[in-house]
């Protein structure tokens, strides 16, 4: 079983630019989730998804990122601008349901500069 | 709003020993799950053992067993005969109505 894929791995950017990160599911998992990872702390959920709807978004930094899932299945997160704080691991995981096991992705690492 | 607190910021154990790491969590719901997750250095986040609240008898993944204290709000993970592949970060994490709330994680050193 294919398991979560994100990309890029890392990336680096100057503050104020602009950035996306892509997520492709595990095949048949109705539910997607972006998470953020700053260093030394655990991963805070920004947007869950049930198939191309959100369910989820009330951590979301709106004025700057942004996120959809096209048809349910891949998904795309933006920042735009890029903010130093934003400096962070986003992590893709999709899971059957809510409450179900999450698989989760490698992650991108992103700094900002 | 739910929360996830473990306060061992780090752990060692000896190769082969049993090592016992601390989560409490609070929640206002009366049906939720509690994961206990390990993210090695490739930040790839594995699920090592879930628990449903509604459940009274203790999860058990081969070593890994957890201690889940519903009244007082605790879910412990025990890992026995602690192997070099057991080194990583840990994270308890709450799942509910908000979603999956995760703790800030347990640094898990295995000494040799």
């Known amino acids: 079983e294919a398991g979560v894929a994100q990309s890029p791995r890392y990336k680096i950017i100057e503050k104020r630019q602009s950035v996306a990160f892509w997520c492709n599911p595990i095949?048949?998992?109705?539910?997607l989730y972006w998470y953020q990872q700053i260093l030394g702390q655990g991963p805070k959920l920004l947007i869950q998804?049930?198939?191309?709807?959100?369910?989820?978004d009330s951590q979301l930094p709106k004025d700057r990122f942004s996120a959809e899932r096209l048809k349910g299945v891949d998904s795309t997160l933006k920042i735009q601008p890029a903010k130093l704080e934003d400096s962070a691991v986003y992590l893709c995981?999709?899971?059957?349901?809510?409450?179900?096991?999450?698989?989760f992705g490698s992650g991108t690492q992103l700094s900002v500069l | 709003a739910q929360t996830v607190t473990q306060s061992q910021p780090e752990m060692s154990v000896q190769e082969a020993e049993t090592v016992t790491l601390s989560c409490t969590y609070d929640?206002?719901?009366?049906?939720?799950?509690l994961f206990w997750y390990k993210q090695p250095p490739s930040r790839q986040m594995i699920l090592v053992i879930r628990?449903?609240?509604?459940?009274?008898q203790n999860a058990t993944e081969n070593r890994f067993s957890v201690n889940f204290q519903k009244a007082a709000k605790s879910f412990s993970l025990k890992i026995s005969d602690s192997q070099l592949g057991d080194a990583a970060m840990y994270f308890c994490?709450?799942?509910?109505?908000?979603?999956?709330?995760f703790g800030k994680g347990t640094h898990l050193i295995i000494q040799p």
């Open positions: 995981a999709s899971s059957v349901r809510t409450h179900e096991k999450l698989f």
């Open positions: 095949s048949g998992h109705a539910t």
């Open positions: 998804f049930q198939n191309n709807g959100v369910v989820d």
């Open positions: 929640t206002s719901e009366s049906d939720y799950y």
């Open positions: 628990q449903e609240a509604y459940k009274q």
């Open positions: 994490a709450l799942g509910g109505a908000d979603g999956l709330t």
